[in-house]
């Protein structure tokens, strides 16, 4: 599996992780017995840093690949221009 795989998977994963994260943070709150332990509290910072991280790697990766230079635009046959009158 190469790398963008990898991280493509990894980001799926660590997204699950952010979500029970953050659905453990509200459980928390909404036991009412006061504000929630600091670990609670915090612990959707460390998921959400990795999702930045490889998100902003996965939104980047089409745009430094190297053969994207040489793929001309696909054009549909709608597309064709006009010629100038």
Do not use: C, K
Request: proline share 11%; hydrophobic share 50%.
């Amino acid at each position: 599996m190469n790398t963008s795989a990898w991280i493509r998977r990894s980001h799926r994963w660590i997204s699950i992780a952010f979500m029970l994260t953050v659905i453990a943070n509200f459980v928390a709150m909404a036991q009412g017995r006061g504000v929630p332990p600091p670990w609670i509290t915090y612990a959707p910072l460390l998921p959400l840093a990795l999702l930045m991280f490889s998100g902003l790697y996965l939104f980047a990766l089409p745009y430094l690949s190297p053969d994207r230079s040489l793929r001309s635009p696909q054009r549909s046959v709608g597309d064709q221009e006009a010629p100038l009158a």
